[in-house]
């Protein structure tokens, strides 16, 4: 299975009495927006418990939001985006961490519980506490550190969606990952594994290894080989960086084959564009008008079902997170950074 790669940093200090210490983003911007400061602790309401954050991992969608690109999701994602500033200053949706309290009504957790889960668009996760719907969360997979957990659910439940639901991989079929070493792309060459595919992972040369440590049947290095003039075609060819147009991608397709396209996203760490990876998923929603094998995957929601699913591959030991580098709670300014124009492999994650 894939290595655990971790460096570890100095540990915040103690959480204040009358709160909690967050990373707390007012206006969008680079990382050096972040700031951690003490906030009022958060208290649970029906239907919701309060967790103890001990890691949260980091994902692009953490720095889409913290600079506010692109400029078109402020209008087309008002949830997450408001027009000068994220509509929620506490940045973080993938955590794993223990049950300090439960809002009125619920009976299924207790204080004390190990669980993870994802946020998403009421985010929160950078912080010491977080407050957290049932629908967002699951009982942490035993074996697995907090670290290990925190870096599953949104990459974990977006590859099982896209391999299981969008591509439909089935025992015998031949599958692709453009961006095998990604967060994502570590569990999908995982998953496709477990659903009995021969799997391609497409990659940078410093990432070969990783990725067939994974148990990628094929490594493409993207610098030496473009893998869409190879003469392979592929049953299922799941696209998370889009560096190939569409016409390429098909051209690697067997004839009743699946391009699924759940990426496309790219900093180069200035100004926000205007459309950023949004016009994959616009280009892909119009070219299945004519070519039912593209399937776009704009967004996955988060769901108990899906990270209950992730936990028996995980406990059953199937797949396994890979986690590139650790930070403390008061370089999360730094992690964001480093995930982002560093071009960090596999997860980071910010440990409390």
Not at 52 to 76: C, E, K, T
Not at 95 to 108: H, I, K, L, Q, R
Not at 119 to 127: K, M, S
Not at 280 to 308: F, G, H
Request: proline share 7%; hydrophobic share 40%.
């Amino acid at each position: 299975m894939a290595p655990v790669l971790r460096r570890r940093f100095r540990r915040p200090g103690p959480p204040t009495i009358d709160g909690m210490k967050a990373i707390v983003q007012e206006r969008y911007g680079s990382s050096e927006t972040l700031r951690l400061r003490d906030i009022d602790r958060p208290s649970p309401a029906a239907g919701e418990v309060l967790v103890r954050v001990r890691a949260a991992a980091v994902n692009a969608r953490d720095w889409h939001i913290m600079r506010g690109d692109p400029m078109l999701a402020r209008l087309a994602m008002p949830s997450d985006f408001g027009w000068t500033g994220p509509k929620r200053t506490v940045r973080g949706s993938d955590f794993a961490g223990v049950v300090e309290a439960v809002g009125p009504g619920v009976t299924t957790y207790a204080p004390g519980d190990e669980v993870y889960g994802d946020l998403r668009e009421d985010d929160g996760a950078f912080a010491e506490y977080a407050r957290v719907p049932l629908g967002n969360l699951a009982r942490k997979p035993a074996g697995l550190t907090f670290a290990q957990a925190a870096a599953v659910p949104l990459a974990g439940t977006t590859a099982l969606a896209a391999l299981r639901d969008a591509g439909k991989v089935r025992p015998g079929q031949h599958v692709l990952v453009n961006g095998a070493s990604g967060g994502v792309g570590t569990f999908a060459v995982q998953l496709a594994k477990v659903f009995g595919a021969t799997v391609t992972g497409v990659c940078s040369t410093r990432n070969a290894e990783l990725v067939a440590e994974l148990g990628a049947d094929h490594v493409v290095d993207y610098t030496r080989e473009d893998f869409t003039r190879s003469g392979h075609r592929y049953d299922v060819l799941l696209d998370l960086v889009g560096n190939r147009s569409l016409r390429a991608c098909r051209r690697a397709l067997a004839a009743d084959g699946r391009l699924v396209i759940a990426g496309g996203g790219v900093s180069g760490g200035g100004r926000p564009s205007l459309v950023g990876p949004m016009s994959l998923v616009i280009r892909a929603n119009a070219a299945r008008l004519r070519d039912k094998r593209i399937v776009p995957l704009s967004n996955v929601p988060p769901s108990p079902q899906s990270l209950a699913t992730l936990r028996e591959h995980l406990e059953a030991g199937e797949i396994t997170p890979a986690v590139d580098r650790t930070f403390p709670l008061d370089r999360a300014a730094e992690a964001v950074r480093y995930l982002e124009i560093d071009h960090a492999r596999a997860k980071v994650v910010i440990t409390l």
